[in-house]
């Protein structure tokens, strides 16, 4: 389980905040590469920076699930794979683009192999991770009722006469 958190952790860190901040940069135009210096691609590094302190805020959180906000990511990640696959087989199927690189129909079936697998993965990860966010929500509000009833059995085993439910009982010394 560690491994797992400290794998998604650098993923998340590293590599997404990376992608995320190339791809503002190519939508909005900026320049972004880390070859460039902070003078030259200062929306490339802000986003960046963004991207990063707002993964720490998160992290920050006091008693959030972290464990819960991981596995929400990886199916999240899982579930887009499959789309961003199914584009880049499109783009090597361009001979303009791709030139003497691009799929022959043999790739094209291996290609559409791999994407099919990825999807029947996925889907099994999805409905897995979805019963765990279930039993993990049901089992909290079960917890939350389960800690009310024991605590009421409890003021009730430990009431003496004349004590209504709730109050602290007092204390008698022996004298």
């Known amino acids: 389980m560690a491994i797992?958190?400290?794998d998604a952790g650098l993923l998340g860190a590293i590599c997404l905040s990376l992608?995320?901040?190339w791809a503002f940069g190519e939508v909005f135009g900026w320049v972004h590469s880390l070859n460039n210096k902070i003078k030259k691609a200062p929306w490339f590094y802000a986003s960046y920076m963004l991207a990063l302190v707002t993964a720490g805020l998160v992290v920050l959180i006091p008693n959030a699930p972290l464990v819960l906000i991981t596995l929400f990511v990886q199916v999240v990640a899982v579930t887009l794979l499959p789309?961003?696959?199914?584009?880049?087989?499109l783009l090597l199927n361009e001979k303009e683009v791709m030139g003497a690189?691009?799929?022959?129909?043999l790739l094209n079936w291996i290609n559409g192999?791999?994407?099919g697998v990825i999807i029947v993965i996925s889907t099994f990860y999805g409905?897995?991770?979805a019963r765990l966010l279930l039993r993990f929500f049901t089992h909290t509000a079960a917890s939350a009722s389960r800690a009310k009833r024991i605590d009421r059995t409890r003021g009730a085993l430990f009431m003496t006469r004349g004590q209504r439910?709730?109050?602290v009982p007092a204390c008698r010394s022996k004298a």
């Open 127 to 129: 409905a897995r991770s």
């Open 83 to 89: 789309a961003a696959l199914v584009f880049l087989i």
């Open 19 to 21: 992608a995320s901040s």
């Open 113 to 115: 192999g791999i994407v």
């Open 4 to 6: 797992g958190l400290f």
């Open 165 to 167: 439910p709730g109050a």
């Open 101 to 105: 690189h691009a799929n022959t129909p």
